[in-house]
């Protein structure tokens, strides 16, 4: 059985740093390409940034440009968020999902695992 279990998050101020993990077990994890996605209240789930088997090609979508990097560990089977200079408008439950079946990787309905989520909530 797959499962994907996100950490990390928490409460923090705007500006200050956050790192998410996402670990994963039951899937042979460096055959699979991941993604973020994040759900905050009162919008759709959206995605954030994706990585591809080999960590070679990372994905953002425009407004994490230059302050989330994603990257992954094959050997530890873990899937990391770095965020940096987080502002109100990253407040959301992230989640982190695998199985991946080809086209646009922030579709939602393209990805076939998913963890938990995480609550990530940033005061001003």
């Known amino acids: 059985q797959v499962h994907l279990v996100e950490s990390g998050g928490g409460l923090v101020q705007a500006g200050g740093s956050l790192r998410l993990s996402c670990t994963v077990s039951?899937?042979?994890?460096?055959?699979?390409?991941l993604a973020w996605f994040r759900h905050a209240p009162g919008k759709e789930r959206e995605g954030v940034s994706f990585?591809?088997?080999?960590?070679?090609?990372?994905m953002y979508e425009d407004s994490v440009k230059g302050r989330f990097t994603i990257s992954r560990d094959n050997a530890k089977n873990t899937l990391s968020l770095h965020i940096d200079n987080l502002k109100h408008e990253d407040t959301a439950v992230y989640y982190c999902?695998?199985?991946?079946?080809?086209?646009?990787?922030?579709?939602?309905?393209?990805?076939?695992?998913w963890g938990q989520g995480t609550q990530v909530t940033v005061s001003s």
């Open positions: 999902a695998a199985g991946f079946s080809g086209g646009q990787w922030y579709e939602t309905g393209l990805w076939h695992y």
């Open positions: 039951g899937l042979k994890f460096d055959t699979y390409s």
């Open positions: 990585i591809s088997v080999n960590g070679a090609l990372t």
